[in-house]
């Protein structure tokens, strides 16, 4: 237990939860403990807390205390910080033993329900037990319909509004947690891959067998299918422009609006996708030390060959001049031939080609010198400009919405140019599972299409 717990939940509130921020920069959470120190000190003294802000994270980051995860991101030498699930979790419960002003039980109550619904929609194989249910469902909206058209419309009123608003607020943010538990347990699964290739003396392939059984143990497992049902799911363009459009109108209501509440909810499926790409990027990095290890294997075993074939040479030189006495090795013939892929002769045309003897003249019909200037030139600065301007107001865009809004002119170069904005952008993100059209159509008329990846861009 911490001689100074106050300070540390408090202040990993503050910075972390309270904002929902995933990661600070070394000097940026040393900065925001400096200036929490300095208001403290003022209050109660230099010596409540001695030590400098960069000691405390130092020791917070440490394995012993493990509060916080000390890590270096993709292309970069700037420590970066971010919390533990266990850290999350101690707080989390902290705040939950608060007195709440406002605990709301029915909107809680129609969620069971919903989801008993779906369980049992889900799982009902009888498919005209579930036309039936489907057919009431329908007579329960026409009704609706009928009375909305007769002026009978009814609205929530403040109070459930605020219920659920509170109820969203607390799940989306919940999900921030979850995804660390779930990037955790794959860098749990990284650690170990790498001490047991570390310290395996044994075959390669009973290794491999070993570790992609984990691998697809945790695919296969109710967190793994959730987690990629729910990252399909966000990965859609047309899910999240459904999603912003829902906040929007949510934020707009009068009885939302009295809660005065964060505006960066308004943003926190973007969130949502950069905490997913992160998992996403420790599974790419097991993938690569597989990839090592069997490089590293490959040429192991190749030293061990060359090593077995040179002791074979010098053993054969130190007898050369004392051959055993008794026969060391007959053969049936006395020489083998030697048939060598490269001894065989090279091709010889059977008739040799006659060139006339004719003087050569200059030409005098005139050649057009306009096909040298007909290129196509994509300016990539202009398409790197556009991917900017989107992403001006968004924390992310899919290629396929740039492509919506400024439509192919120049064919198949402008799709590679983009591609090679990709490459370069280490931000960006490529779905090999889904894919998308494009067409455009050629000089000529015709109209072309090419099958692409889901890529998505994100602010730098």
């Keep these: ?30 900065s925001l403990l400096d200036d929490t120190l300095y208001s403290l000190r003022e209050i109660a003294g230099n010596d409540l807390y001695p030590k400098e802000a960069r000691e405390y994270i130092e020791d917070w980051a440490s ?6 995860r000390k890590y270096y991101p993709l292309e970069s030498d700037e420590p970066h910080l971010d919390l533990t699930p266990t850290t999350e979790k101690a ?39 579930r036309i039936r249910e489907l057919e009431r469902r329908k007579s329960l909206l026409d009704a609706e319909i009928l009375r909305i058209r007769g002026g009978d419309v009814a609205l929530m009123d ?36 790498r001490e047991r290739i570390a310290t395996w003396e044994g075959a390669k392939g009973a290794l491999l067998h070993e570790i992609f059984g984990e691998r697809d143990a945790i695919s296969d497992s109710d967190q793994g ?23 929007e109108a949510a934020f707009s209501l009068e009885a939302v609006k009295t809660l005065r509440p964060d505006r960066r909810l308004l943003r926190i499926h973007y969130d949502w996708l950069e905490a997913g790409d992160v998992a996403q990027r420790t599974v790419a990095r097991l993938s690569e030390q597989f990839r090592r290890f069997l490089d590293d ?27 055993p006495e008794k026969d060391f090795m007959t053969l049936s013939e006395p020489s083998c031939e030697i048939v060598l892929s490269m001894d065989r002769s090279l091709y010889r045309p059977t008739v040799r080609p006659q060139f006339p003897d ?4 200059s030409g005098e019909e005139a ?67 889904r894919s998308w059209p494009v067409f455009w159509t050629d000089p000529e008329g015709v109209v072309r299409k090419a099958t692409l990846p889901e890529i998505l861009f994100f602010r730098q």
């Excluded at 363009?237 to 999603?243: A, G, V, Y």
């Excluded at 075993?301 to 130190?318: D, F, G, H, Q």
């Design 1 to 30: 237990m911490a001689d100074h717990a106050p300070l540390v939940v408090s202040f990993l509130h503050q910075v972390y939860i309270l904002p929902n921020v995933r990661t600070l920069s070394l000097a940026e959470i040393v």
């Design 63 to 68: 394995d012993e205390r493990g509060w916080l």
């Design 91 to 129: 707080i989390e419960w902290l705040l939950s033993l608060e007195q709440r002003q406002f605990v709301g039980t029915e909107s809680r109550l129609l969620t069971i329900f919903e989801l008993l619904r779906q369980m049992t929609d889900g799982s009902e194989t009888d498919p005209e037990i």
């Design 158 to 193: 403040e109070t459930a509004l605020r219920e659920r608003f509170l109820q969203v607020d607390g799940i989306a943010r919940g999900l921030l947690s979850d995804f660390r538990e779930v990037e955790q347990n794959f860098r749990t699964l990284d650690r170990e891959v």
């Design 225 to 247: 299918k959730s987690f990629q049902a729910f990252w399909d799911f966000l990965m859609s363009p047309s899910r999240q422009e459904e999603l912003s459009s829902l906040l």
């Design 297 to 323: 294997q490959t040429w192991l075993e190749n030293r061990r060959i060359l090593e077995l074939i040179r002791n074979v040479e010098k053993k054969a030189i130190s007898v050369r001049g004392t051959p």
């Design 358 to 361: 004719r003087i050569l003249t």
């Design 367 to 433: 050649i057009p010198s306009d096909l040298l200037f007909e290129q196509v030139y994509v300016d990539k600065g202009k398409l790197s400009g556009r991917i900017s301007a989107a992403l001006a107001s968004r924390r992310s865009v899919s290629l396929c919405e740039i492509l919506d809004a400024y439509p192919l002119t120049q064919g198949l170069a402008e799709v590679v140019v983009y591609l090679s904005l990709v490459a370069e952008n280490p931000k960006a993100s490529i779905d090999e599972e």
